[in-house]
């Protein structure tokens, strides 16, 4: 149980244009889920929170109108990476709050690479 | 959220068991203490959780003193498998969910045979 999945799992787009990240909890209902970025050889950052039904909200320093997240459903966030340029290029994961809200099950990332 | 801080590389070889200390000085009451696993090019897995004394589960144990201003994950009898990095992280538990979690720079374990 508790599987969260992304698609695509890795995306090559050309410089700005827009690519879509779907986050997907497969198994379970999640009202929270979130997105961090990852560049090579180092730690995850939190980019924002998605919460079901309402406005995502953002970490410092992270541009709500390029990275739009929409959380329509229980099981459903979207990442929209907008006007990409290469330092957008990342390995994009999501995470997922389980049931009883402090567990988090993290999906496989999506690799983004921008030409 | 408080700040851990952890030793950025340690080697080992399989059989062994390794441990990686964490130091999260400014740990508050509330606090619990999560220990997380990272492949190459894929998302973190859970490995353990706790808050004080000993948890053990079926991959690993957690030792928190009782001060809790450090923590020990634990990996029995490692494989070239378990290469991989190792993040601790601790922070509220709310169950009320919204609980950001704040990756440090985490521990790359080596395996070798």
């Known amino acids: 149980g508790a599987v969260v999945s992304q698609h695509p799992s890795w995306v090559i787009c050309k410089s700005g244009t827009s690519v879509k990240i779907e986050c997907r909890s497969l198994d379970f209902q999640a009202t929270t889920m979130f997105w961090y970025r990852q560049f090579p050889k180092q730690s995850l950052m939190l980019m924002a929170t998605s919460n079901e039904g309402s406005k995502a909200t953002y970490e410092q320093g992270v541009e709500k109108d390029k990275f739009l997240i929409n959380h329509a459903s229980l099981t459903l966030s979207t990442l929209t990476v907008t006007s990409a340029h290469p330092e957008d290029s990342s390995f994009y994961i999501c995470?997922?709050?389980?049931?009883?809200?402090?567990?988090?099950?993290f999906g496989p990332g999506t690799r983004l690479t921008v030409t | 959220l408080a700040k851990t801080t952890q030793p950025i590389s340690m080697d080992s070889y399989e059989g062994q068991e390794v441990n990686i200390t964490c130091s999260h000085n400014n740990i508050a009451t509330n606090d619990y203490i999560t220990w997380y696993q990272q492949f190459p090019s894929q998302g973190p897995r859970f490995i353990i959780q706790?808050?004080?004394t000993k948890v053990t589960n079926e991959v690993a144990s957690l030792f928190i003193p009782a001060d809790r201003k450090s923590s020990t994950l634990s990996l029995p009898r490692v494989s070239l498998s378990d290469t991989a990095v190792y993040y601790c992280?601790?922070?509220?538990?709310?169950?009320?969910?919204?609980?950001?979690?704040?990756f440090g720079t985490g521990t790359q374990l080596k395996v070798e045979l």
């Open positions: 992280l601790v922070g509220d538990r709310q169950t009320g969910g919204g609980n950001k979690l704040t």
């Open positions: 995470s997922a709050e389980g049931r009883r809200g402090y567990e988090q099950y």
């Open positions: 706790g808050y004080k």
